[in-house]
């Protein structure tokens, strides 16, 4: 075989050889189809109205005995709905006064006559039912007419009314001047309402808040009762609206 031609052979056989090495040793690439994102979705409109009408009704836990006036709890969440939603004005109605019974709030609404306009409705009430000793049956019959009363005074709407538990004055330094039998009375009949109040609300679909276990933290921590000695501070009201604050969105982004 001549040079030259065998030279030739020699770099055809290279070249083939060389070829078969590569396609062996060439992975086999997966093709991957390409990914479908989902369609993007708005976060849902969490804006509420651009003016917003509050009435919190009550007894001396609405109207703050004891503490400032903006240290009260519905000037607290009224507050917190400012910064929450900064572009829409707020304005409150009180209808509370320290010792109010249900049947002093009933005739103080029936007095007053709010209009039917309120887009927030908080109800509070009870304790002195209770610390007076009214027949538990007044209750009974009184509170539900007032949730009737507060669904009215809420444009007709209960999606737009917050019940609210009765704190236990038996963890107060007040309290502890009825002695441990006394003291445990006092809490067995106030979770006798409160138990009252919340199987009412569940029933009707109408949310309740309980924040009797923040103020039977009163007697471990004193920065949660007021200076007389028996009331919530600004402290402890400040801890009843951040327990209130999702119910509350909730109605009013409704």
């Given at each position: 075989m001549k040079p030259q031609f065998k030279q030739i052979v020699t770099v055809i056989l290279s070249i083939f050889l060389l070829s078969c090495s590569t396609d062996e040793s060439k992975p086999e690439i997966a093709v991957t189809p390409p990914v479908v994102l989902p369609p993007v979705i708005p976060n849902p409109d969490n804006s509420i109205s651009k003016s917003v009408n509050y009435l919190a009704l009550g007894d001396s836990y609405t109207i703050g005995q004891s503490v400032c006036e903006t240290c009260r709890f519905p000037e607290q969440l009224?507050?917190?709905?400012?910064?929450l939603y900064p572009q829409t004005s707020f304005?409150?109605?009180?209808?509370?006064?320290?010792?109010?019974?249900?049947?002093?709030?009933?005739?103080?609404?029936?007095?007053?006559?709010?209009?039917?306009?309120?887009?927030?409705?908080?109800?509070?009430?009870?304790?002195?039912?209770?610390?007076?000793?009214?027949?538990?049956?007044?209750?009974?019959?009184?509170?539900?007419e007032l949730v009737t009363k507060a669904i009215t005074l809420a444009k007709g709407d209960k999606k737009n009314v917050v019940v609210v538990s009765i704190p236990d004055y038996a963890y107060?330094?007040?309290?502890?001047?009825?002695?441990?039998?006394?003291?445990?009375?006092i809490s067995e009949e106030i979770d006798k309402?409160?138990?009252?109040?919340?199987?009412?609300?569940?029933?009707?679909?109408i949310a309740f808040v309980s924040i009797t276990d923040i103020s039977r933290q009163g007697l471990?921590?004193?920065?949660?009762?007021?200076?007389?000695?028996?009331?919530?501070?600004?402290?402890?009201?400040?801890?009843?609206?951040?327990?209130?604050?999702?119910?509350?969105?909730?109605?009013?982004?409704?």
């Amino acid at each position: 075989m001549k040079p030259q031609f065998k030279q030739i052979v020699t770099v055809i056989l290279s070249i083939f050889l060389l070829s078969c090495s590569t396609d062996e040793s060439k992975p086999e690439i997966a093709v991957t189809p390409p990914v479908v994102l989902p369609p993007v979705i708005p976060n849902p409109d969490n804006s509420i109205s651009k003016s917003v009408n509050y009435l919190a009704l009550g007894d001396s836990y609405t109207i703050g005995q004891s503490v400032c006036e903006t240290c009260r709890f519905p000037e607290q969440l009224k507050t917190s709905l400012k910064a929450l939603y900064p572009q829409t004005s707020f304005s409150l109605k009180i209808i509370a006064t320290t010792g109010w019974t249900t049947s002093n709030l009933i005739s103080a609404i029936k007095e007053q006559n709010p209009d039917s306009n309120y887009d927030l409705v908080t109800l509070l009430i009870g304790v002195n039912n209770q610390y007076r000793g009214r027949d538990f049956s007044v209750y009974e019959k009184e509170f539900p007419e007032l949730v009737t009363k507060a669904i009215t005074l809420a444009k007709g709407d209960k999606k737009n009314v917050v019940v609210v538990s009765i704190p236990d004055y038996a963890y107060t330094s007040f309290g502890m001047m009825y002695g441990t039998e006394n003291q445990k009375k006092i809490s067995e009949e106030i979770d006798k309402y409160n138990a009252f109040a919340q199987n009412y609300c569940i029933n009707k679909e109408i949310a309740f808040v309980s924040i009797t276990d923040i103020s039977r933290q009163g007697l471990t921590n004193k920065n949660l009762v007021a200076s007389d000695g028996l009331h919530p501070s600004e402290t402890a009201y400040k801890m009843f609206v951040e327990r209130m604050m999702p119910k509350v969105k909730t109605a009013l982004q409704d």
